[in-house]
């Protein structure tokens, strides 16, 4: 059975380290212990990508188990894994389904959520696929999407036609 303390004063330590690397961003992370499989939630709204907290999250965990382990002679719990779970905020979503549109020639009110388009010059560079639809599109874009900040989005400073991200998109 694994050690539920461990799990619960990584997932302290990780929310504390994670929320200091992303600054703005509030993380929500909770230890899960199942089965003798211990878990580390973490969740989040816009902010950081996915891969971004995957690998300094990895990397925090894994120094933890090194020390640990070092430790205890070789022998300690351990984390199994990591799981992400980043969601879009309507102010977010709003401004993406703008840079579509606009990538698209049509207006945000035109758009037809039912309708395949041509993949956007926006999205080229995934080179995913021929033809989408609107929220597979806006998925994407997302996934691709680094926001600096939670407050500029939603009217707190940021241009109500550009996104505080640190992506290619933005840059």
């Known amino acids: ?23 703005g961003v509030q993380f929500e992370v ?5 089965y003798d499989v211990a878990t ?13 907290v995957d690998l300094i999250a ?23 894994r ?12 709003g401004r993406l389904l703008k840079v579509l549109a606009a990538d698209l020639n049509t207006d945000v009110e035109d758009l037809d959520m039912q309708r395949m388009y041509p993949l956007p010059p926006v ?14 599109f806006l998925d994407r874009l997302f996934e691709s999407t680094s926001l600096s900040g939670v407050g500029q989005m939603s009217g707190g400073g940021g241009s109500s036609d550009s996104l505080p991200c640190r992506c290619l998109l933005c840059a």
Do not use: N, Q
């Not at 580390?40 to 971004?52: F, K, M, N, R």
């Open 30 to 34: 909770l230890p899960l212990v199942a």
């Open 82 to 93: 990591i799981s992400k779970r980043r969601t879009m905020s309507p102010g977010v979503e």
């Open 40 to 52: 580390i939630d973490v969740a989040w709204t816009d902010g950081p990508a996915l891969h971004e």
């Open 1 to 23: 059975m694994k050690d539920h303390w461990w799990a619960a004063e990584v997932a302290g330590r990780l929310s504390t380290f994670l929320e200091g690397a992303f600054s």
């Open 123 to 136: 999205l080229a560079p995934s080179r995913c696929c021929a033809k989408g639809l609107v929220g597979e």
């Open 58 to 80: 990895m990397e925090y965990v894994l120094r933890l188990h090194v020390d640990l382990c070092a430790a205890a002679g070789g022998l300690g719990p351990r984390i199994d």
